[in-house]
């Protein structure tokens, strides 16, 4: 199969910088995709990574390499608000392809 | 708002019911996912549709169907409803670079 492997919780203080790993297997590997979801509501859109690299969006930073077959997303000057799950997700095939979705992982942000 | 809507929100129903889950992808797109997240459970893709045709297939189960209409808008039917497909149930659609937005989700409870 094609497993997605996140770590399952973690705990950061607020104002301080977390970083949330991901592996993937790399056959077909055609792009990856980081979610941010509160709990009980719908995954929101953060970053989007298909060439080997750091992309960075605010806050957020997301970098990818495709021959370890692992991404990690970057949270900076953490928020209370910033408490949720994070999800990694791989796309395998063309532009439209379905996404496999890691289990997430929780972030808990204290302050 | 990420521009994909879904009906109803909450649906409360009993064992060996039916039920139909709607999905308005946003303006523009022509793929729309359907996922199903239990809970303490990661997002398990179900089905995809790509402007009326069925394009790949999850974990749906024979008593699930889906399908798309010409206006774009998306149903999943659950039939013969357990106990154990109680969950939300996500549908997305992708923009063209293959981004997936996701609505906000139609939270089943079967009785």
């Known amino acids: 199969g094609q497993n997605i492997d996140q770590p399952t919780e973690m705990t950061a203080t607020e104002g301080a910088i977390v970083q949330i790993n991901c592996t993937y297997q790399t056959s077909g590997f055609n792009g990856l995709f980081w979610y941010q979801q509160h709990a009980g509501e719908a995954p929101t859109f953060l970053s989007y990574?298909?060439?080997?690299g750091l992309e960075e969006k605010g806050r957020f930073s997301s970098f990818l390499s495709r021959s370890k077959g692992y991404s990690y997303l970057l949270l900076k000057e953490l928020q209370m608000k910033d408490s949720a799950s994070y999800l990694c997700a791989v796309r395998y095939g063309g532009s439209q392809g379905n996404l496999i979705f890691g289990k997430g992982t929780k972030l808990s942000v204290k302050p | 708002d990420s521009g994909v809507t879904q009906t109803p929100k909450h649906l409360i129903t009993a064992t060996g019911q039916r039920v139909t889950l709607r999905c308005s992808p946003r303006s523009g797109d022509l793929s729309v996912y359907w996922y199903q997240q239990s809970l303490d459970q990661g997002l398990q893709f179900l089905i995809q549709?790509?402007?009326?045709?069925?394009?790949a297939k999850g974990n749906i189960l024979e008593r699930f169907s889906a399908q798309q209409f010409p206006d774009l808008h998306s149903e999943l039917n659950l039939s013969s409803l357990e106990l154990g497909d109680s969950a939300l149930y996500f549908c997305?659609?992708?923009?063209?670079?293959?981004?997936?937005?996701f609505g906000p989700g139609t939270r089943l409870t079967v009785l």
């Open positions: 990574n298909v060439l080997d």
């Open positions: 549709y790509y402007n009326g045709e069925e394009r």
């Open positions: 997305a659609s992708s923009s063209p670079t293959g981004t997936q937005y």
